[in-house]
């Protein structure tokens, strides 16, 4: 029988081992459809925009059913789809969305021990890997008439979350084992007004709020938590969230999570906001110190990109992707991609392994794409369904969740060999 490498990676997180979204694999299919390289596909209960987490055998997954009213970790067989477990909650209240979300729109993130997945207004939960609930927390509702996305990140012994957005937003770092907050920082007062630069400018009602994830960054002197607030991104220390530096620049409404390229946060702001670059490493406002370059308006984005050998790929909701030179910010390239589906939108966020980028638009294809400053399409892979989600990359496997389904993708012809 197929079964994991010694050396195949988890997918412990919606970013990945990382936190960067990029594998350290290589060998993962370029090209498949419904009848080519499909390991298996397992039937969902309803849509969402969540995406799976990988550890060795297992493949997890956030999941909302009945309108919101059923909440729910489902725990899948990796080698064959199955469903081991599910565990759910009851949640009765009325919680807003936009139509194009989902509840439980977070993914969840695993450190090998123990699951642990927001429900959004109906609370945060810590499972075992039997699916048992250990502890939850209630954090009271999300209060966005546009609903919420923030996914929760570990670092070290911390689970760090981002309660958001709306009004009551705030980041709080929990000790894992327990749940109990170890600290807690309330998003900054924003009053974002008709002088915005984005979407919104001249609308004094414009949206405001922030769907990112925090992310951690090395800078060689310290570990920052970053995060990317509206109007701001701003650096925390991870054992006290004592605030580190704070930079300006962004527009009131951040869709994409911040980042990384030597030793610098980029940050993109949603809703055609600027694009900013600010060195890590200082303290207070850096905003006229460390503030490396700000773009003018840019594409309508919402999904996260990737960045590679001081390349910068991000996507965009009409299709196209574009290349930026992470140093300058410059343009590099420009292309719409065009899939053979009604929908090229992408909403999703990519994935790097190697030099090949993954990422699914809104009629379900994977493009790949060369991680290269020269435009470059590998493939587009059709599954015949709509997706808002991200790619889960683990020991050459590939898993995608659709709206109906969830896929294990993988060369057929290699796993045969194995097995």
Same mark, same amino acid.
């Given at each position: 029988?197929?079964?994991?490498?010694?050396?195949?990676?988890?997918?412990?997180?919606?970013?990945?081992?990382?936190?960067?979204?990029?594998?350290s694999e290589r060998?993962?299919?370029?090209?498949?459809?419904?009848?080519?390289?499909?390991?298996?596909?397992?039937?969902?209960?309803?849509?969402?925009?969540?995406?799976?987490?990988?550890?060795?055998?297992?493949?997890?997954?956030?999941?909302?059913?009945?309108?919101?009213?059923?909440?729910?970790?489902?725990?899948?067989?990796?080698?064959?789809?199955?469903?081991?477990?599910?565990?759910?909650?009851?949640?009765?209240?009325?919680?807003?969305?936009?139509?194009?979300?989902?509840?439980?729109?977070?993914?969840?993130?695993?450190?090998?021990?123990?699951?642990?997945?927001?429900?959004?207004?109906?609370?945060?939960?810590?499972?075992?890997?039997?699916?048992?609930?250990?502890?939850?927390?209630?954090?009271?509702?999300?209060?966005?008439?546009?609903?919420?996305?923030?996914?929760?990140?570990?670092?070290?012994?911390?689970?760090?979350?981002?309660?958001?957005?709306?009004?009551?937003?705030?980041?709080?770092?929990?000790?894992?084992?327990?749940?109990?907050?170890?600290?807690?920082?309330?998003?900054?007062?924003?009053?974002?007004?008709?002088?915005?630069?984005?979407?919104?400018?001249?609308?004094?009602?414009?949206?405001?709020?922030?769907?990112?994830?925090?992310?951690?960054?090395?800078?060689?002197?310290?570990?920052?938590?970053?995060?990317?607030?509206?109007?701001?991104?701003?650096?925390?220390?991870?054992?006290?969230?004592?605030?580190?530096?704070?930079?300006?620049?962004?527009?009131?409404?951040?869709?994409?999570?911040?980042?990384?390229?030597?030793?610098?946060?980029?940050?993109?702001?949603?809703?055609?906001?600027?694009?900013?670059?600010?060195?890590?490493?200082?303290?207070?406002?850096?905003?006229?110190t460390h503030r490396?370059?700000?773009?003018?308006?840019?594409?309508?984005?919402?999904? &996260?990109?990737?960045? #590679? !050998? +001081?390349?910068? %790929? *991000?996507?965009?909701?009409?299709?196209?992707?574009?290349?930026? $030179?992470?140093?300058?910010?410059?343009?590099?390239?420009?292309?719409?991609?065009?899939?053979?589906?009604?929908?090229?939108?992408?909403?999703?966020s990519a994935v790097?392994?190697?030099?090949?980028?993954?990422?699914?638009?809104?009629?379900?294809?994977?493009?790949?794409?060369?991680?290269?400053?020269?435009?470059?399409?590998?493939?587009?892979?059709?599954?015949?369904?709509?997706?808002?989600? &991200?790619?889960?990359? #683990? !020991? +050459?496997?590939? %898993? *995608?969740?659709?709206?109906?389904?969830?896929?294990?993708?993988? $060369?057929?012809?290699?796993?045969?060999?194995?097995?």
């Amino acid at each position: 029988m197929f079964s994991l490498s010694a050396h195949g990676e988890n997918w412990p997180s919606w970013r990945g081992p990382n936190g960067n979204s990029a594998s350290s694999e290589r060998l993962f299919p370029t090209t498949w459809s419904k009848g080519k390289n499909i390991k298996w596909v397992v039937p969902l209960p309803e849509r969402g925009n969540s995406s799976p987490i990988v550890w060795e055998d297992r493949v997890f997954l956030s999941q909302a059913e009945e309108n919101g009213a059923l909440r729910s970790l489902m725990c899948f067989n990796r080698a064959d789809g199955r469903l081991m477990w599910k565990s759910e909650i009851r949640y009765a209240r009325p919680e807003s969305k936009h139509e194009t979300n989902s509840y439980c729109a977070a993914s969840p993130v695993t450190d090998g021990e123990r699951i642990y997945v927001s429900y959004g207004s109906a609370g945060f939960y810590c499972y075992d890997f039997s699916g048992r609930e250990l502890w939850h927390r209630n954090f009271g509702p999300h209060q966005h008439q546009w609903g919420d996305g923030s996914s929760p990140i570990l670092s070290g012994e911390l689970c760090v979350f981002f309660h958001g957005p709306g009004p009551g937003s705030f980041l709080v770092a929990m000790d894992k084992r327990t749940g109990e907050t170890v600290w807690k920082i309330d998003q900054p007062v924003v009053a974002a007004g008709p002088e915005r630069e984005d979407g919104f400018a001249g609308n004094g009602n414009g949206m405001v709020g922030s769907f990112a994830s925090p992310m951690v960054v090395d800078t060689g002197r310290r570990e920052e938590l970053v995060m990317t607030f509206p109007e701001s991104i701003r650096s925390f220390d991870l054992a006290s969230g004592k605030e580190f530096w704070r930079c300006s620049g962004l527009n009131p409404l951040v869709y994409s999570s911040p980042l990384w390229s030597d030793g610098a946060v980029i940050a993109m702001g949603g809703y055609f906001g600027p694009m900013i670059s600010v060195r890590a490493g200082g303290m207070g406002d850096v905003t006229g110190t460390h503030r490396l370059w700000k773009s003018g308006k840019t594409p309508h984005r919402l999904g &996260t990109g990737v960045v #590679s !050998d +001081g390349l910068v %790929f *991000v996507f965009d909701r009409p299709g196209f992707a574009q290349c930026i $030179d992470a140093k300058t910010g410059e343009s590099l390239w420009q292309e719409r991609v065009r899939g053979q589906g009604a929908n090229n939108a992408i909403w999703g966020s990519a994935v790097l392994a190697g030099d090949h980028i993954f990422v699914v638009n809104q009629s379900g294809e994977t493009i790949v794409l060369k991680a290269d400053a020269q435009f470059e399409v590998v493939s587009i892979n059709p599954l015949g369904e709509k997706a808002n989600t &991200t790619p889960a990359l #683990s !020991d +050459g496997e590939i %898993f *995608v969740r659709t709206d109906t389904q969830l896929w294990c993708i993988a $060369d057929t012809q290699r796993s045969a060999s194995l097995r």
